[in-house]
């Protein structure tokens, strides 16, 4: 039984690129409210995230979760593809 390290970060995106070997990019979009207008705001982040089977494509809904640093850009990893894309 393994214990688990602390409260990882979860996030949900959509896979915008998958053309690197074992790493997705993932967007993540977010709705912030503006200070002084009040109203609501879409706003995005692009997460390097590691696929370890490939298994994401372009178009995919997928859950990442923080880790340590895999590389100089890649701190989260996909821990499950909620979605795929079906595009005909």
Same mark, same amino acid.
């Given at each position: @039984?393994? $214990?688990?390290? !602390?409260? $990882? $970060? =979860?996030? *949900? !995106?959509v896979v915008v690129s998958d053309k @690197? %070997?074992?790493? *997705?990019v993932v967007k993540v979009d977010n709705i912030v409210k503006h200070r002084t207008y009040k109203k609501y705001i879409k706003r995005s982040v692009s997460f390097k995230a590691h696929d370890? =089977?490939? %298994?994401? #494509? #372009?178009g995919d809904k997928v859950l990442i979760v923080e880790s340590r640093p895999l590389s100089k850009d890649k701190r989260w990893r *996909?821990?499950?593809i909620l979605e795929k894309n079906v595009s005909v």
């Open positions: @039984m393994t $214990k688990e390290r !602390g409260n $990882k $970060k =979860l996030r *949900v !995106g @690197m %070997d074992k790493t *997705v370890e =089977l490939n %298994d994401c #494509t #372009t *996909v821990r499950e």
